[in-house]
């Protein structure tokens, strides 16, 4: 597959040629046909496209901010988009309300290294995320986030921690036991990404 600046999707609509053709590509690694075909989620101000083995999830708002129950396709452009490093995959159709569990219904992403375009910044080169790429590496190559949060939450400490560079419109969050727990912010440059987030800025 062509390396391709996942960023320059941002904006497309479902039906652009480039949007289009990045997912035929992916199909095309995971060798499934149907891998392309999204489950659709619709809601009043936003409407998901979830392509389970892909371990991809686009998140598409209505162009001209309107919103409604019925949003066309052809007025929609893709806001963010998620990128999951999740291995075991589970039924899709599963019901749950726990996000956690729901995140388990998503492959890996087929793709490994995903470049990510950063804001133009001197001496800044593109980020090159493998699938075993830790928070150290993040902020060795993107410097401190400008939010961050969790590493905590209920008695078991559920609640992995998660950085975001609002400047280059990406957000991580990251999993396994580093990432929880009272001690997640020391041990937190060990961990592993679990979601990697890009969004328009």
């Not at 690694?29 to 389970?52: G, L, M, R, W």
């Not at 928070?135 to 950085?163: M, N, T, Y």
Request: charged fraction near 20%.
């Amino acid at each position: 597959m062509t390396c391709i600046s996942v960023q320059s999707l941002l904006g497309q609509k479902p039906s652009s040629e480039a949007l289009v053709d990045y997912l035929s590509n992916l199909s095309s690694i995971v060798q499934s046909d149907s891998a392309s075909t999204p489950e659709i989620k619709s809601y009043p101000d936003v409407v998901y496209y979830n392509f389970y083995s892909l371990g991809l999830s686009l998140l598409f708002k209505p162009v001209d901010g309107k919103t409604g129950a019925d949003l066309e396709e052809d007025k929609l452009i893709l806001d963010s988009f998620d990128i999951y490093n999740i291995p075991k995959v589970s039924d899709p159709n599963a019901k749950s309300g726990s996000k956690k569990k729901a995140e388990t219904a998503f492959a890996t992403h087929p793709v490994s290294p995903v470049t990510l375009n950063l804001t133009q910044v001197e001496g800044l080169s593109p980020l090159q995320v493998t699938r075993e790429s830790t928070g150290k590496d993040f902020v060795q190559h993107l410097g401190e986030p400008d939010r961050k949060g969790g590493g905590s939450g209920p008695a078991s400490g559920s609640i992995g921690i998660w950085c975001e560079w609002t400047k280059h419109g990406i957000l991580v969050e990251f999993g396994g036991v580093e990432a929880t727990g009272p001690q997640a912010w020391e041990r937190g440059k060990d961990a592993g990404w679990k979601v990697v987030t890009v969004f328009r800025t």
